[in-house]
């Protein structure tokens, strides 16, 4: 079982940055591929960047390509989402999610773990 915490959400102005991380608990974090999640007030929750479990695959949604990055460092068991060029619309509550041996896949119903959720807020 994985235990994902993340950290790191706030609120900015437009054009910020910030870098969220998630940390998992268990001594297998490398075997997991991990995603970013967001679900802004009154949508469906969406893909934003994932990251295959060997760390060789990496995609983005297309609303976040260029902007964002997702790494992975497995030695301290965490997976960042540095987030630049801030935009309004990336106001969202954002998940991060492990999927077992996966590619980093955008369909959410690949992982079996996921986190709390952090709110970042971006304002005009």
């Known amino acids: 079982q994985v235990q994902l915490v993340e950290s790191g959400g706030g609120l900015v102005q437009a054009g910020d940055s910030l870098r969220l991380s998630c940390a998992a608990s268990g001594r297998t974090f490398s075997s997991y591929a991990m995603g970013w999640f967001r679900q802004a007030p009154g949508k469906e929750r969406e893909f934003v960047a994932g990251?295959?479990?060997?760390?060789?695959?990496?995609y983005y949604a297309d609303s976040v390509k260029g902007r964002f990055t997702i790494s992975r460092d497995n030695t301290k068991n965490t997976v960042y989402l540095q987030m630049n060029s801030l935009k309004p619309e990336d106001t969202a509550v954002y998940y991060c999610?492990?999927?077992?041996?996966?590619?980093?896949?955008?369909?959410?119903?690949?992982?079996?773990?996921w986190g709390q959720g952090t709110q970042v807020t971006v304002s005009s």
């Open positions: 999610a492990a999927d077992l041996y996966g590619n980093g896949s955008p369909n959410e119903r690949t992982y079996r773990y």
């Open positions: 990251i295959s479990w060997e760390g060789g695959r990496i």
